[in-house]
């Protein structure tokens, strides 16, 4: 697996910061059930960092992923621009982010934006969200409200 070939318009120091937070954020990650951690951290268009890591549930479909949860912190703490994303697991290659997650990251970012998947010894591959989830269905396919007819 390679590194990376472009760094997407993040600088050296963005990239290692946000490569080291997602490997971190595998340790806050609760997962009894698969043992199966998975850490994620968001790059804010104001340069804060934000994580989030999975959290799971004995009634399976009601726990969380790492990416969803580190968006959902990230929206409710007043954000709304990103300028990238890492996401980090125990296997080898690097595994992605699941399909309700890329439609979740859609919400909120541009298709251009990086996410960073790194495997178990902190390499990584970079793809674009457009490249993760291709002819998306985004915000900017919806009519505006006020055009919206009320039944």
């Known amino acids: 697996m390679s590194n990376h070939s472009s760094t997407h318009g993040l600088s050296v120091a963005e990239l290692e910061d946000l490569s080291k937070k997602t490997i971190e954020a595998k340790d806050t990650a609760y997962c009894p059930y698969s043992k199966f ?3 994620a951290c968001i790059l804010t268009a104001d340069g804060k960092f934000i ?3 999975n959290i799971e549930n004995a009634s399976y479909p009601v726990g969380m992923c790492a990416e969803r949860a580190a968006f959902a912190k990230a929206v409710t703490e007043g954000h709304r621009e990103f300028k990238a994303l890492g996401v980090a697991t125990d296997v080898e ?6 399909g309700m997650c890329r439609q979740f990251i859609r919400e909120f970012c541009a298709l251009e934006m990086p996410v960073l998947m790194h495997d ?4 990584y591959v970079i793809m674009t969200l457009e490249q993760l989830l291709p002819m998306s ?14 039944q």
């Open 37 to 39: 951690r998975v850490g």
């Open 51 to 53: 994580t989030g890591a």
């Open 93 to 98: 290659p690097a595994a992605s982010p699941c």
């Open 120 to 123: 178990r010894h902190g390499k």
């Open 137 to 150: 269905f985004g915000p900017d396919a919806l009519p505006p409200p006020e055009k919206l007819v009320q």
